[in-house]
């Protein structure tokens, strides 16, 4: 059973508009969120954080949202750009160390 | 400063063969991962090393070996094939993890294997 979730395979907006990927998770011991992206051919890289005493963290036009309550998690890009194209990765950290579980993935889609 | 490298970038295998996939970075770093994706299950882990000599089971090990001679190179081998090993294998590297504090994976480009 998978304990970290990203119900929507696919995703697409205007470019300009906000782009909102959603994650869910049911382990209560995750303490530590990521977001990864990643472009075909290449490997993931690393986009945004959470740790879960917080509920909010911003980078440019990167946000993470933590609903910890409801165990889900969500990333805002605005406003979103053709290059954000991309597979986006929710992940998430059990207490310490520095293992990750991954949800499935979000396919973005940017329109011109 | 290539970060991690990946070889091969392509490989088929027919059932029952064996191959190993290298892993080197040269960020000198301490913890070092391979992860396989397959469509829809996003990264699943399968062995992890936290240190030169070391090696530990992630959450999907079985076929597969590891060894870590080296600090900077990781092996994930495959001593014999099957086609639901079939998928995009990648590695990873952090430094070393202190407490509750969480640092950066830098993965590879990615290896796609095809077994048949």
């Known amino acids: 059973d998978q304990q970290v979730k990203q119900n929507s395979p696919s995703l697409s907006v205007q470019e300009g508009r906000i782009s909102i990927l959603n994650c869910d998770y049911t382990?209560?011991?995750?303490?530590?969120f990521l977001w990864y992206k990643k472009y075909p051919a290449e490997g993931p890289t690393f986009l945004i954080s959470?740790?879960?005493?917080?509920d909010k963290n911003e980078d440019g036009r990167f946000t993470v949202f933590l609903n910890k309550s409801a165990k889900h998690l969500s990333l805002h890009i605005v406003p979103s750009q053709p290059g954000d194209s991309a597979v986006y990765f929710c992940?998430?950290?059990?207490?310490?160390?520095?293992?990750?579980?991954f949800g499935g993935g979000t396919r973005l889609m940017v329109k011109p | 400063n290539a970060g991690v490298t990946q070889t091969p970038k392509f490989r088929v295998l027919k059932t029952g063969q064996s191959m190993t996939l290298l892993c080197a970075q040269d960020?000198?770093?301490?913890?070092m991962y391979w992860y396989r994706q397959d469509p829809g299950m996003g990264l699943r882990l399968i062995h992890y090393s936290v240190g030169e000599g070391t090696t530990a089971k992630g959450e999907v090990p079985d076929g597969y070996n590891v060894s870590r001679l080296k600090k900077q190179n990781f092996l994930l081998g495959l001593e014999s094939a099957a086609p639901s090993q079939t998928s995009v294998y990648f590695c990873?590297?952090?430094?070393?993890?202190?407490?509750?504090?969480?640092?950066?994976?830098?993965f590879g480009p990615g290896t796609r294997l095809t077994v048949l």
């Open positions: 382990n209560s011991m995750f303490d530590y």
């Open positions: 990873a590297s952090s430094y070393q993890v202190a407490g509750l504090s969480y640092n950066e994976q830098f």
């Open positions: 960020m000198n770093h301490e913890y």
């Open positions: 992940a998430a950290r059990p207490n310490a160390g520095n293992m990750l579980t």
């Open positions: 959470i740790s879960s005493i917080k």
